[in-house]
């Protein structure tokens, strides 16, 4: 697991950033996880009795074949966070979810997010874990800020990205052509 920065917070808070194809764990109440996401999505998984969390922050969906297991696909990043907070005393019977992202982003990829939050949807149907709260699909970004001991979450939408505009033909005056 890749280290992070964490930085102390005028609250006294150490906030901890997921980045891509990264989890993080904490029973600490002090501890305040981040994460940006668009097309990705970040599982939030809490554990009432004992206060431990943990957010993760997968790229897809599947992995693709004769790719060694990473973070960065739906499947291993679920199970290396609930691993994680089972090593804390958590038990999967507690787990309550929550779920981030899955937006359609500019850029040919609006397939993946949908992808991503069906699979992070099916997967907690087929484990058994409650799903508490989600926002998942659209097409705006979400910062997520999320308190692991008490498994409270705060989103905030990024703004719209602007309608695509047509792009008018160039007037034939325009263009200058080359001869060999």
């Not at 996401?37 to 993760?56: I, K």
């Amino acid at each position: 697991m890749p280290v992070t920065v964490a930085e102390i917070t005028e609250g006294g808070s150490q906030e901890i950033t997921v980045f891509q194809g990264e989890f993080r764990i904490s029973g600490d109440p002090s501890v305040v996880l981040t994460t940006l996401l668009g097309s990705c999505v970040a599982t939030c998984l809490f554990d009432p009795v004992v206060r431990v969390g943990g957010m993760n922050h997968f790229l897809l969906a599947a992995q693709p074949s004769g790719r060694t297991p990473s973070e960065r696909y739906g499947l291993y990043a679920m199970e290396v966070l609930i691993n994680g907070l089972l090593k804390l005393g958590a038990k999967k019977s507690r787990l309550q979810a929550k779920l981030f992202g899955g937006a359609t982003m500019e850029g040919g990829m609006g397939h993946i997010g949908a992808a991503n939050a069906r699979f992070a949807r099916d997967f907690l149907e087929r484990e058994g874990i409650p799903c508490t709260a989600s926002s998942l699909g659209g097409h705006q970004g979400r910062r997520l800020r999320f308190v692991p001991a008490t498994g409270a979450v705060r989103q905030r939408l990024m703004a719209a990205p602007p309608p695509p505009s047509p792009t008018a033909p160039a007037p034939v005056d325009d263009v200058l052509f080359f001869e060999d």
